[in-house]
C-alpha cells in the first residue's frame, strides 16, 4: 500500500523490459501495460480526495550527506498528472499502429518515457525528481531520431541541447540551493521560503544570488512549457517528430514545465519571481499572442497545432505569473488567484486532452493521405469522410474553448482569475483566443469544406475500432465541459492549500 | 593485502615478459588471472576495511630516513578499487592483440603495478618511485601498439610526464632539504610546518606538476593526442587511472603538505588573488575548453580524449573548492571518471575501431552501425549518458558534489562550469548521432516507418571477452550512481582526515 | 727518503703494483709466447690475464679497508678511496670482458697491457691528496688514454679521436700544471691539506683566482665539462669501443674522485665554488642540448656524459660529506652504467657496423634480453626509478639542497639539473624507440656471446638491484 508510487513508476518499466523483448507483440504488451498504469492512476486519483495535501507519501534516506532522500507523494496536482500522462500514453499508443521497424525498442521506449514521467510528478526530493525529469528526455530523444520525419536529425538534437541547457541551469540553481540550505526537499524548502528563511540563508552563504537561481530555476521551465522566446526548439521537434511521439510531446512532456512551475519554483521563488512579475507577464502575453499569430501563418497541420500548444499553455503561465500577488488578507485576491490557479492546473489536463486527441486524428489522417499534412493538400474532406470530420470537430472546438466542452471551463477560469489580478496582460491576452478562434476555424474550413481533392477520393473514413477508441476521450472532453467538478473538486483543495504556503 | 595488488602485478609482469613468448593466449590468461587477482584483493580490502589501513612499515633507506611505508585511507581504497576495475577491464579489451603479447601484457602489468603502489604508498620517495614507474611502461605500450601518429602521441606524453615529474621532484627535495632531511613520511612530514613563503611556491610547482598529468589546461595538449595514439586497453588505463595519478597527487600530496600555498596572497589582479583562484580557473577553462573542442573533432577518439580533459577539470575545481562536498565530489569524480572513460575507450577504440577500422565520424556516419552494430550504438548512449552526467550513473553524483562544493567558493565559476557541462551534452549527443544514429546520406531517405532497404556492412559479432568488461564498467558506474554511500562511506572519513585548512576554503 | 719509508708506501700501493706487474707479465706472454696464435686466442688470453689482474688487485684492496696514508699524506686510503679504487678494478675488468670479441687490433697484448697501466694511474688519481702525486697520476692516465685511442689503427676515425684527445688533453694538463704552480707559489706547498689551510687565512687575490680558474680548466677536462668538452663527442664517437667504454667509466671515477679532493682543498678561496657551478650549469645545459640532435648512439652518450658531468659537479661544488659521498655514488653508478651502454653499442655495432640510431632498429626483436638490459641502463641514465640512476640524482639533489654552501644556488641549480634530466629522457627515448618500437631492418638474431650476455644482465641487474636497495650502495660508499 504505501509504495504505490513505487510500484506505479516501476510498472512501465518492467513493461518497456518486457516489450522490447517481444518484438513485434510489443504494441500490445505496451497497450496493455498503460491501460494497467491507467487504471491504477485513476485508482490513485480518485483515493486523493479532497485532502489537499500530500498523500501516498514514501520517504527514505538514500545519501544523507547530501540531503537526498527517496520521497514520493501526491495531492491533486500530482494525482491529476499521473492520469494525464497515463491518458496521453494510452492514447499515444494507439496512435502508433504503423510502426514498422524496431517495434520493440519503439514501444519500449514509449513507455519508459512513461516512467519518466510518473516519476517526474511524483518525486517530491530534487535528486530523483531530477533523474526522472532528464531520463525521460533519452526515450523522447531516440523516438523522435529512430522514427521521425526527414530533418528528424537536427530537430532531436535541438530538443535535447535545448531542454539540456534548461536543466543544468536548474540543476546548478538546486545545487545552490543546497548550499545554502543542505536539503533538497521540494516540501522543506517550500517552506523555508514560505517563512523567508531561505531569502536568508542564501544571502549568507551566497551572497546576493537568489535572483540569479530563480533564473536558473526558470530557464528550466520555461524552455519545457515553453515560455517564449524559449520556444524555438519547440515547432521543430513536434513536425519532425512522429505525430504518434508528438502527442506524448505536447500531452504530457510539456506539463512538466508547467507542473514544475507550479510545484517547485512558484513556492520556492516566489520572492524572486515577484519582483519579474512584470516581466513574465509580458512574456506570457508573448506567448499566448504571438504563439497563436504564428500558428496563422503555418502552411503544415503538425506546425499549426504546435503553435497552438505555444499557444495554449501560454493561458496557463499567464494565470500562473498573475497570481504571483501577495494574497493574505484579502480574500477578493484570493478568491481570484484561485480561480486562476485552478484554470490553469484544469488546463494542464485540458490542453493535455484536447491537443493529444487532435494530434492523434492528425496521425489517422496522416495514415490516410500517406504522410501529407499540408493545409493545402485537402479539402473537402467532409464529403468522403464525414465521421472522421464530426469527431475531429469535437476535438478542435474543444481546443478553440466553445462552451460545454473542456477547453472553455479551464480558458474561462483563467481569465476570471487574472482579470482582476492583471488586467492588462488579460486584455491583451483575448487577442490570442481571437486568433486561435481563426485558426481553428481555417483549420475547419481548408481541410473539411470546399471542394474535394480528386486524390482523396478513395480515402477511407474512420473503421470502428477506431470509433471506439477514440469515443472515450471525446466524451471524456465532453464531460469535462459539462461537470468541471469531477476535476475541480479535487483540485481546488490542493489549490487552496498550495496558495496558503505561497508568500510572495 | 593490499600491498599484494603490487606485488601481484609486478610478478605477473616478469612472469609474463620472461616466459610466455610466443604462447599469447598463455600470456593473456595470466594476465587476467592477474588483475582479477588485483581486483578480487581491492573489493575484499574495499568492504573489509574502514579508517587509516597501516600496511607495511620496514627500514628502507636509514641514512635518509627513507622508509618502505604503504598504507591505505578511503581515497586509497577508492582508487585502488578503481585500478583494479580498470585493469581487467583493460585485459579483456586487449584481448585481441596477436602482436608480441608477452611484452604487451608485460608492460600493461608493470603499469599496474605502478598505479597500484602510488596509490598505497604513505612515504613520499616511495610515491615518487612508482609515480615514475607506472609512466615508463605507457611509452611503450603507446609506440609500440599504438595507432594514429603513435611515436609522437607517446614521446609527447613521456615528456609532458616528465616535466610534470621534475616539478614534484624539485619540490619534494625542497620539502625533504627544509623540514631537516629525516623523513619523506607523509604523516610526519604533514605535521612538519612548512614556512608560509615556502608553501608559496612550492605548493603551486608541485600541485601544477601533478596536474600536467591530471590534464590541467594548459597542459593538457598531450592527453588528447595520447590517448588518441595509445591502443584501447592504454587508452583505458590512461584516462582511467593515470590521469588519476596526477589528480591524486594534486591532493595527497600538494595540497596536504603545503595548505597554506593555496592561501591568498594579499593582492590580486582581475579577481584572482591566491593560487587557489589560479587553479580554478585554469580547472574552469579545461572544462569548458576540453569540451569546445570535443564538439569539433572528427575523429570519434579525440572527441573522447578532450571530454577527458573536461571531466579532469571538474576534479580539479572540486579540489579548488576546498571543503568536504567538493573533495568527496572530486574524488568520486575520480573514480566515475576512470570507469567511464574506460568505457567510452573501449567502445570507440576497441569494440567499433577493430570493425570498421577507422574513426572518422564522416565515414562512420555511413555505416549505419545503430543497425549494424547495435550493441555498440546503445553501449555509447549508456556511457555517453553517463559520462554526460545524466542522472542514475556515477557521472552525476560526483558533479553533483563538486558544483556544490564550487557554489560555496565560486559561484561566477560554476555558472561557467555549467556552461561545460552544455557542451559536454552537445558534443557527446552529435559524436553519438555522427557515429551511429547517422542518416544513409547515400541512397534514397527510406520514409522513416518503413524498413530501409540497402545493404549494410556485416561486423565480426561481440566477444564474450567484450561483453564482459562492457557489464564490469557498466555495473560499477550504475551501482555509484544509484548508491554513491558505497564509495562515500569510505572517503568521506578519508576527506575528513585532512588538514583543517583544506576544508574550511569557503568563499574565495 | 729511507727504505722503510718504501715499504710504507708499497703497503698501500700493492694494488697499483700488482697491476703494473700483471701488465708486465701480458707483455711478455703475449709477444713471447702467443704470436703464433691467432689474434682472437692472444686477446683472449690477454684479456683473461688482465682480468685476473684486477681481480686480485681488487681482491687485496678489499683486505685492506682502512684508513691509511704515507709520504705525508700525499697518498691516502680510506674506505671511500678503497671504494672508489675497486670500483676502477671492476670497471676495468668489465671493460676488458666485453671488449673480448671486438675487433680493432692485432696487438691484444699492448692493449690489455695499456689499459691495465691507465687503471693504475686512476686508481692513483683516486688516493693522491698532493699537486705533484696528481698530475704525474693523471698524466699516466691521460697518456695510457691518448694511445688507447688510437688503438684502431686502420680506424681514421680512431686517429682523430685520438688526435683530439691528446691536443685537447695536452692543452689542459699544462693550463693545469700552470695552475698549480701559482697554487705553489702563493702557499708554498704541494700538499692539499696545507693549501686548505692557507688559502682559509690568506687574502683574496687575483693570482689566486687565476690559480683557480687554470686548476679547473684540467681537470674539467678530465671529467668533460663544459667549456673543455669538445673531445668528448669526437672521441667517444672514434676509440675503439672499450677504450670509449674506459674513457666515459673509469676515467671519471677517478677524476670525480681527485675532484673532491681538491675542493676540499680549494673551496676556502673564493671563486673555485662559482667556478665549478659555471662548469655545472653550462655543462647541463648544452650537454643536454646537443644531445638532443645527435644521431649516433655513441654522441649520444658523450653529450649526457656531459651533462652527467654537470650534475656531479653540483654534488661537487656543495661540499658537505653527503655531497660527496652523492658524488661518489653517482660516478660509480654512472660509470657501471656507461660501460654496460657501450657493451651494447658494441654488439651492435659489431653486426651493423655502424652505432647510428637506426642500426638499433628492431633490438628487441633480434635480442630481447640485449634490449631489456639497454632499456635498463638507459633508464637508469635518464633517472627513472626504480634504477639506480634515480636514487643516486636523488641523494645529490638532496645533499646539495642541505649544503649550508648552497643556500644561495642550490635550489636554482638544482631545478636546472632535474629540468635538464627531464630533457635527457627525449634523447634516451630516441635510442629506445629504435629498439623496442621500430621494427627492425635485419630481422637476423644479433650474435651475442654467452660471456657478453651474461656481464651484461649481471650490469642491469646490479643498476636495478642497487636502485631498489640503495642502502648497499651507501654502505658501500661510505660518508666519511
New interface residues.
Partial sequence: MSHVLSFLTALPVAGAVLAGLAGARARMIALAVSLIALAGSVWIWFSVGTVGRMVFVERSVW?P??GIEYHLGVDGLGAMMLVLAALVTVISLFASR????QPGLYFGLVLLLEAGLFGTFTALNF??W??YW??SL?PAF?LI??????R??PA??QF??YT??GS??L??SF??L??ATGGMDFLALAQLASTGELHRLVEA???H?EM?LACGVLLGFAVKVPLMPFHTWLPETYAEA?TAITILLTGAMSKMGVYGLIRIALPIFGRELFALRGELLTLAVLTVVAGAWAAVVQKDLKRIFAYSSINHLGYCLLALFAVLLPTAGDPARTLSASAALDGAILQIFNHGLTAATIFWFLCMLEERSK?ALLLDDFGGLRKKVPVFCGLMGIALFSSLGLPGLNGFVSEFLIFRGVFPLAWQAATVAVLGLLITAAVILTVLQRVFSGPLRDRWSAMPDLTLTERVAVAPALVLMLLLGLVPQILLGVINPTVLHLIDGWRF | MLAWTIYLSFGGALLIALFTQGRPQMARALALVTALGGLILAVLAFFTQSGVAPIVDAAWIPAMGIRYTLSADGISRVLVLLTGFAAVAGVLFSWNIDRRVNEFFGFYLALIGGVYGVFLSADLFLFFVFYEVAIVPKYFLIAIWGSTRREYGAMKLALYSFLGSAMVLVGLLAAYAISGGHTLNLAALQQFAFPVSFQMWAFPLVFLGFAILAGIWPLHTWAPTGHVAAPTAASMLLAGVVMKLGAYGCLRVAMTLFPHGLDPWGWSFLGIGSWRAVFALLAVIGIVYGAAVALIQNDFKFVIGYSSVSHMGLVLLGLMSLSQ?GL?GAVLQMFSHGVLAGLLFATVGRIVYERTHTRDLSALSRMHL?RTLPFAAWLF?LAG?ASMG???FSG??AE??V??GA??AF?VF??IA?VG??VG??YT??AM?KAF???APAGS?P??????SQELHVFDPITWAEKAGVVLLLAASLAVGLA??LL?DQI?PAVLALPHTLLTGG?L | MTAAAYGNLFSILWPESILEIVSLVILVVDLGWMRGETTATRMRVASLLGSIGAVLSFAWLEMHVGIASVMGGALVSSPTVVAAQSCILILTTLVLLLGLSVRFTRNPGEYVALVLLATTGMMLVAAARDLLIIFVALEMLSLSLYVLAAFAKDSAASAEAALKYYLFGGMSAAFMLFGFSYLYGLTGTTSLSAIAASLAIAPLTPLALVALVLAAVGLGFKVAAVPFHLWAPDTYLGAPAPVAALIASGSKVASFAVLIAVTAALVPAWGWTATLLCMAAASIVLGNLSALVQSSVRRILACSAIAHAGYMLLGIAAHTLAGDQSVMTYAVTYALTTVGAFGVVAIVERSAGSDRLDAFAGLSARSPLLAATLLVFLLSLAGIPPLVGFWVKFQMFAAVLRAPLASGWGLGLVMLAIAGSAVSLYYYLQVLKRAYVTPAVISAPLKVTRLELFLLVAIAVAVVLLGIFPDMLMQWIPAV
Fill in positions: 545519501v550527506d547530501l504503423s510502426v514498422l521497424r535528486f530523483h531530477f533523474l532528464e531520463l533519452i531516440f531520431r529512430l522514427w521521425g520525419g526527414p528528424r536529425g532531436a538534437t535535447f541541447v539540456m541547457v543544468v541551469a540543476l546548478l545545487l545552490a543546497f548550499v552563504h551566497l551572497g544570488l540569479l512522429p504522410g | 562536498i568527496d545503430s548512449v549518458m545524466l542522472p542514475g552525476f553524483i553533483l558534489q558544483l556544490i557554489w560555496a559561484p560554476t555558472v555549467g557541462i552544455v551534452v552537445a549527443w552529435r548521432q544514429f547517422s542518416d531517405s520514409s522513416a516507418l518503413s524498413l530501409p554513491p554511500r562515500l568521506t568563499r
